[in-house]
């Protein structure tokens, strides 16, 4: 589910509330942080499946409504316009600071300034004037050049950028370009995919995402919902090392004890992240 734009509300999520949500489970990776303040705030909301059914979806059926444009409205599309092309007179500016260029315009000024002046009647400004005419054809081929390259460019990257993805709607598989995406879609991944959007994982069968583009790492992460490690099966770290955490606790007994690594499993997904195994 992307929310790269808009700040409305449909239904009882908004832009605000999701972004909230992904960013409590960004910042809390801890186990006991999981459970002290992710888990609660997802429980407001049914978990879950009362978020799916905030946003009037289902992992089976999809997004059933024909509201996609509402949904793009309120939450903006899953796409990000280029910049503009540069102008065309832009680019014959860049032509015309050519020293050579520069050199043929002085020497096309004095040429006229002569001949107007002293040969007036045998027509010696003509000479500036051809000269004139010669560097104008040079910059204006080499403009229409360097924007027909621009423009053989963007077309270029824009096709590669246009993907498929396979999502479910109105209980239906169905493959659509990522740009489509809207919130409350139904994502079917296979290995090798490259994420379109962040989102939460319902199904799994041994999903495992790598986000060394993010994070880094070189190790694929297990995705799913939270499990968390059984004590007696992780290493504590000392105290020292707790209270850099942040681990809450007015003791190292109690930080010790209140301490859990980062779940095996999360339900978090990034845009850009790749797709290694499930």
């Known amino acids: 589910m992307e929310t790269p734009g808009g ?7 908004n832009v605000a509330t ?3 949500l992904v960013r409590l489970q960004i910042n809390n990776r801890l186990g006991h942080d999981v459970r ?5 705030r997802l429980a407001e909301f049914g978990d879950y499946a ?3 059914s905030a946003l009037k979806t289902s992992p089976v059926t999809g997004v059933t409504s024909n509201d996609f444009e509402q949904r793009k409205e309120t939450f903006g599309r899953n796409y990000v316009d280029p910049p503009p092309l540069t102008p065309f007179w832009k680019f014959c500016l860049e032509a015309l600071e050519d020293p050579t260029l520069q050199f043929l315009c002085v020497a096309a000024v004095v040429s006229l300034t002569i001949g107007a002046i002293f040969e007036a009647n045998c027509l010696g400004y003509l000479d500036g004037i051809a000269i004139l005419v010669a560097v ?3 910059v204006f081929v080499g403009a229409a050049q360097e924007s027909a390259k621009q423009r053989q460019f963007r ?7 246009d993907e498929k993805i396979n999502v479910v709607r109105n209980g239906e598989q169905k493959e659509i370009s990522t740009r489509e995406i809207v919130v409350g879609d139904c994502v079917k991944l296979s290995t090798g995919d490259i994420l379109c959007a962040d989102g939460l994982i319902f199904e799994r069968n041994t999903l495992k995402i790598y986000e060394g583009a993010l994070t880094g790492e ?3 992460i297990s995705k799913g919902k939270y499990e968390f490690k059984e004590r007696g099966h992780f290493d504590v770290p000392v105290d020292a090392e707790l209270v850099q955490m942040g681990v809450p606790g007015s003791s190292a007994q109690e930080r010790q004890a209140k301490y859990e690594p980062t779940p095996a499993k999360n339900p978090l997904l990034f845009k850009g992240t790749e797709v290694q195994d499930g």
Not at 7 to 13: E, N, V
């Open 7 to 13: 700040g409305g509300q449909y239904g009882t999520l």
């Open 218 to 220: 070189s190790i694929s």
């Open 18 to 20: 999701l972004k909230e």
């Open 36 to 40: 002290d303040k992710v888990l609660p």
């Open 136 to 138: 104008m054809v040079v």
């Open 155 to 161: 077309d270029l990257t824009d096709t590669a950028s």
């Open 50 to 52: 009362g978020i799916c």
